[in-house]
């Protein structure tokens, strides 16, 4: 399954391959090569005849959908693909631009309120390693406060996120694979990306993007624990997995959680 988009991003924002610029392949197979998820944390994911992501359902009522072009020309449109985010009414539209590799470098924001007007919220540039990682993410927005520009680096090895960080080194976070419960790292067969739960990055609505396939490769392994140092100190966030027989896995927890059921995350698959 492979569809082509065409794409005018600036390739300065994609490693230099030594390629002309040539169309961008959108392949959710590429990122999710055994089974994908359908219901993650109670937001439901469809999928199209042609196996491409259409709509996620979260557990309270937003919808996100997707509009994929049949086809198009690089000298007509420079944003190929729409993600709407519906919140009761209210709606936020992304206009992606596909890159060589297949994943969205350019996101253009935009909100509009019910019977308002479409104001602009920022742009995103995305980039990538060469083995088709996130490497960074940068929030470009301006408002009548000023300037709330910052960027987000996801650093990699061996195929896992080992740091992640905001701007100059705040909000630091590091991230280990294996430990005393866990002495050998669990593989993640289902290429989950745990945004939010795991890897506190801040790039908003992006996340549904991922599991549409377009946001890069998730880590090779699940995270079993992340450290976040504050003023000197280093605080450190166990997780608890529990797979099925095929090694997917089915639920998620936080060790030694403050308020037991909060963090939990539950998994379906197709």
């Not at 599991?211 to 997780?239: F, Q, R």
Request: net charge negative; hydrophobic share 25%.
């Amino acid at each position: 399954m492979c569809t082509t988009f065409y794409s005018c991003s600036d390739d300065n924002d994609e490693p230099n391959d030594g390629q002309e610029s040539i169309p961008g392949v959108v392949n959710p197979n590429n990122v999710f090569t055994g089974q994908m998820p359908t219901e993650i944390s109670g937001s439901k994911i469809s999928r199209n005849a042609e196996g491409y992501v259409n709509e996620i359902v979260t557990s309270d009522g937003k919808v996100i959908s997707f509009e994929y072009p049949e086809k198009s020309r690089a000298e007509q449109i420079s944003n190929n693909i729409i993600m709407t985010v519906d919140e009761d009414g209210d709606k936020t539209f992304y206009n992606m631009t596909i890159g060589r590799n297949g994943f969205v470098t350019k996101a253009y924001v935009k909100f509009k309120n019910q019977g308002e007007h479409e104001y602009e919220e920022g742009e995103w540039t995305l980039s990538y390693d060469n083995d088709g990682h996130l490497i960074k993410a940068y929030h470009d927005y301006a408002d009548e406060q000023g300037e709330d520009d910052y960027t987000i680096t996801l650093q990699w090895k061996d195929g896992n996120i080992i740091k992640t960080y905001k701007d100059n080194g705040w909000d630091s976070y590091s991230y280990s694979y294996t430990s005393a419960s866990y002495p050998s790292a669990i593989k993640n067969k289902g290429a989950i990306f745990m945004f939010e739960s795991v890897y506190p990055i801040e790039v908003y609505d992006l996340e549904w993007v991922y599991y549409a396939g377009m946001l890069g490769k998730g880590p090779k392994d699940l995270a079993v624990s992340s450290s976040e140092l504050d003023d000197g100190e280093t605080y450190t966030t166990n997780y608890i997995w529990t797979l099925d027989q095929n090694g997917y896995p089915t639920v998620f927890d936080v060790e030694d959680d403050d308020h037991p059921g909060s963090s939990t995350v539950r998994f379906r698959w197709n």
